[in-house]
């Protein structure tokens, strides 16, 4: 019995035999020509040729993947047809001489690069489309092509890592689970295999070759290992733990249209937190009572240019109407530190978490902020809309938001513009500034929403993107603890709500000592909602 530990993608538990498919491998060397003609024609040529497998993909898993997941091949199309990326391998070829299939690797890193820095998870789905999009674009020009062969029987599927094309082109009939030496979490692979329910476990190394092909394995996406030749004894203890997996995963089905209320009596409002349009379709499927965080500043990032007013009022009104009726709430334009446009490029500062960035920018540039207000304000009347704004540190900048909210009101009313009159204003409290003053804040808003990362991280004078810091970042330090409750008192005693939107409201361990403080409201990752839902009931 051999046991490789990995990372849990996927929870779950598969058994059966493992078939283990590597790709071709490939040498991508840098090498100059002198034709450089013939290497823009060939680059074209797997592009196009690209184009049509995406195409032909698309379509046959739309049916059972639904459109939603399925375009993340659209995406991948766009991407081929994306004038920076085609001009950035253009380039290498006609500046540097470099043959095409090294300039396409060029561009996957160069891409790649941009998004590293992005630590929000759904930015970095993109990351994942660029080296898709350059792989698929590497083995046309390499001329390594190739099918997988079926097992003819359910099987495990392992390789050294699996693309999105990979996961949708296997016969779905024969997949258990999938296992990886390598991957990411937010790859695109990862996604889809969470979209099918397949339990995965990516980074098992390099160890898990392909001597295992055939053999009998146990893969635990609860744990995040693979057990290859287990003993009797140990394969039975797997069968019970699946089958009573499988019974949880079914009860916590049952839990959707239930109250979160906890055995006191007391009710949780458990929201989605969601970065597009699309986001909506998952949260309804896990049930959420509302939309907790919708991030306008992905609309920002995925536009070439400023998104107008028109471009934004028809994705707010989508989420308004698709919710019908629940809580929407969007903040408003996040860009800043690890979150830019590639329009927008501030100066470059020493210390960018506490520079130019969130509700700085859109009251230093009013047109923009007013644009955004317009949209927001004219797709109100589609369902029940309230608005948020980042990183508030005084009162200062509340009355200056509501300036420029009363200048919008009169714009529409003058051109006899429909607008809801309901519409609550929210700020985030990220700063131990925003803290030590939300009694006074909590006079001018109707809600806060607290943001636990930005308030760890302020209160701790911790980076929360440098990994050498990972073991003092923590969301429940006592001083972070202090943060969250004091605003909970003072914005009680002012009368308004209160929720979490930050990562660790998913965190299962501190759900009562949230509702302990007082917390109204909780905001998660759609999947984390019913889980979340559960763990509300059981609390006293």
Partial sequence: MVTFKGTKVVSGIAIGRLFVYMHPDRQISRATVEDTQAQLEAFHEARLKAVEQLEAIYESSAAYLGEQSASIFVAQEMLLEDAQYIGYVEKQIKENNYNAAYSVALASDEFSRLFTSIEDKYMQSHIADVKDVSERLLRILCGLESETTDPGEPCIFASDDFNAGDIVQFNRENVLGFATMFGSPVSHASILA?????????????????????????????????????????????????????????????????????????????????????????????????????????????????????????????????????????????????????????????????????????????????????????????????????????????????????????????????????????????????????????????????????????????????????????????????MIEITVENAHKAGITVDICGEAAADLSHTADYINLGIDALSVAPNMVLPLRKKIRECD
């Fill in 194 to 482: 969470g979209t099918m329910g397949l339990p995965s476990v990516i980074g098992l190394g390099q160890e898990m070759l392909s001597i295992y092909d055939g053999h009998m394995a146990i893969l635990n996406g609860i744990k995040g290992e693979l057990i290859i030749d287990p003993d009797k004894r140990t394969l039975e203890r797997m069968k019970r733990k699946q089958k009573d997996y499988e019974e949880q995963q079914r009860m916590l089905l049952l839990l959707k249209g239930k109250n979160n209320v906890t055995k006191s009596g007391r009710y949780i409002n458990v929201y989605a937190n969601i970065g597009n349009a699309e986001g909506v379709e998952t949260a309804l499927l896990y049930d959420a009572g509302g939309i907790g965080l919708f991030r306008s500043e992905f609309i920002y990032m995925e536009s070439p240019t400023y998104p107008s007013e028109d471009e934004q009022f028809m994705i707010y009104k989508e989420v308004l109407e698709k919710m019908r009726g629940r809580k929407v709430i969007i903040r408003t334009l996040d860009l800043g530190t690890d979150k830019q446009a590639s329009y927008f490029r501030p100066e470059k500062e020493v210390n960018p978490a506490l520079g130019y960035r969130a509700i700085r920018i859109s009251l230093a540039q009013p047109g923009i902020f007013k644009t955004q207000l317009r949209a927001l304000y004219r797709a109100s009347v589609y369902g029940n809309l309230d608005i948020l704004f980042p990183l508030i540190i005084s009162v200062d900048e509340v009355l200056a938001i509501k300036k420029l909210i009363r200048e919008v009101k009169d714009e529409l009313d003058s051109e006899k513009t429909e607008y809801s009159s309901d519409i609550r204003l929210g700020i985030m409290i990220e700063t131990p500034a925003a803290v030590m003053i939300s009694d006074k804040l909590a006079k001018h808003v109707d809600f806060f929403s607290i943001g636990t990362n930005d308030l760890t991280q302020y209160t701790l004078a911790i980076d929360r993107q440098n990994p050498k810091l990972e073991t003092y970042f923590t969301t429940m330090h006592p001083a972070v603890y202090k």
